[in-house]
């Protein structure tokens, strides 16, 4: 199974922006739709926003519309969340996983706050 490392969380002021990353064990990330999902404190892992894998196609959850966006390098094996606009409800645990998901990375904390 792929594992996982994520990277480029942080603390954000209202507004503010941020760019993770995902690079996977093992090669070969552009043959699975791949998706990022954040977790706040007790809650469920939440679907975010994801991507399918020949064409492109891309898809997110309403709260982060237009704020969010997904792409991947398949060369690197990695893929990238560019997070725009951040708001305080952003706040959670950011990972990518496969999907459906394989195994769970650390994630990559993300605090927006003033």
């Known amino acids: 199974q792929l594992s996982f490392v994520e990277s480029g969380g942080g603390s954000v002021r209202p507004g503010g922006s941020l760019r993770l990353s995902c690079t996977a064990s093992e090669y070969g990330i552009g043959a699975f739709a791949i998706g990022w999902f954040r977790q706040a404190p007790g809650k469920d892992h939440e679907g975010v926003a994801c991507?399918?894998?020949?064409?492109?196609?891309?898809a997110y959850v309403d709260s982060v519309k237009g704020r969010f966006t997904i792409s991947r390098d398949n060369a690197k094996n990695t893929v990238y969340l560019q997070m725009n606009s951040l708001k305080p409800e952003d706040t959670a645990i950011y990972s990518c996983n496969t999907i459906p998901p394989q195994t769970w990375g650390q994630g990559t904390q993300v605090t927006v706050s003033s």
């Open positions: 991507m399918s894998p020949h064409d492109g196609m891309t």
